[in-house]
């Protein structure tokens, strides 16, 4: 029980630590919450059921499809809604409330175009267990879980190891020296979007497939914020750690306690952190000499 | 000696409301350094930052090679001019590998910035031994050799540097202008900011004078140097 209770709450905490990387991508590089971000999980889960349902193909193009569908949907939103106030140098403020009305505009396009059903995805893994030292274990929390942490590693590895992972570094460390080495920083930006994007569209593939596509339904990435949070906005790592340790407190809180405190304790656990610990566990560190 | 190799007439730049600089000329030879000296506030940095593009140019001309300046740095930077900031702006949580890696961002020639680190390692032996070292952990002096070899590893053909000497003890100073020498001798031209007047004279072909915006003074740097009323109130004495 507690093992099986350990994997859904790994698998929960996978997906939370996939949009706390978004959102940390995104905030360490132009300083603000892009809460737009949760409407683009929104838009790639529709754009998943749409090549899961009309176009019927397998669950690899779809993940595919979602991914580079919302890594472009998150460029369009740094393009149309953030790109103009970056130029004049507004304070992250004002780019925050932008994102507060994209998430708002796109969320009430779903609802007078597509409308508020619920929908399933196709069963994909069905109810498919894997029985390991004596629990049952759902396949799609497993692979749910795998996945996330996967592509958290290659990002970590394409953030460290390449030459665009480094232009990305110094660009969170100094956009105008950036700027000065070369690099064109409006492409830098986008490249961050798309990445933050496509972590986006995996996220909204597997809680499509988890619950149900609805308009609404990137709300969670409140959660998301509390992982980043948690972790210390900002660090990739810490989103990481920050998502796997929420998913798996809720999870136990739900199990052992009661569902309906879940939230109330992730709000909590929110609050207390702003207080005592506002960096997180592995928050940016600064460190400047003369 | 003077062959216009980067001209500016006439430059007019505003921060906010605030007019910075008032028609500004100014005119470096290829392969010349020359100081920009001036009090505190006169606008030097304020016009390293609009050559290299950051701050939006309100009014004159900025040619290089005889062609107009493009707008955005990091198209100056691709053209040959780069800017080794007041106060250094290392990437601090980087390397100093990773450093020197964004100064070569530009190139794909592997070996060719194979070859350069190795240049910047003959010039200051010392970065060798901290290549794995977060730049923000290095010396004064340290942190100001990477900041050159950073902009070195995009090789320029000019090299603007400001305030180099800032907070470096006086031997440091000097052996760092001594690089400055050596790096004019690899056929870089130099454009020189320096508070540290009297030295930044001493190593120029020629120097100007700044005041509040406007250039004050333009003259062959041993004629400043002998100069008494400049010597009064810009060298110290």
Redesign the interface.
Known sequence: MFLQTLVTGLSMGGIYSLMAVGYSLIFSILSFSNFAHGAVIMLSAYIGLALATKAHLGFGLVVTGSVVGAGVLSVLNEKFAYAALRRRRAPSLYLMISAMGCSMFLENMVYATIGSRFYPFPAFFGRQIVTVGGSSLSLLDLFAFIVSIGAIVALHLFITRT?MG??I??G???M??????????DRLISLVFFLAGAFAGIAGIFLGIRYFVYPTMGWVTNKAYIAAVIGGLGSLPGAMVGGLILGVLETLISTYVSSVLRDVFSFTVLVALLIYLPNGLMGAET???? | MSDNYLEIQGLHVYYGNIHALHGIDLSVGKNEIVSIVGVNGAGKSTLMWAIAGVLPIAGGTLLFDGAPLPTSPHRIVALGISLVPERRRLFSTLTLRENLIMGAIRRTDREGIAADMERVFALYPVLKERMSQRAGTLSGGEQQMLAIARALMSRPSVLLLDEPSLGLAPLVTEALFDTILKIRDEGVTVVLVEQNAFQALEISDRGYVMQIGKMAESAPAAELLGNPLIRKTYLGG
Request: aromatic share 0%; charged share 30%; net charge negative.
């Open positions: 030459k480094i232009a570094r110094a969170v460390d100094d105008t020296m950036c700027s000065l080495m070369g690099v064109n920083t460190e400047e000499k003369v």
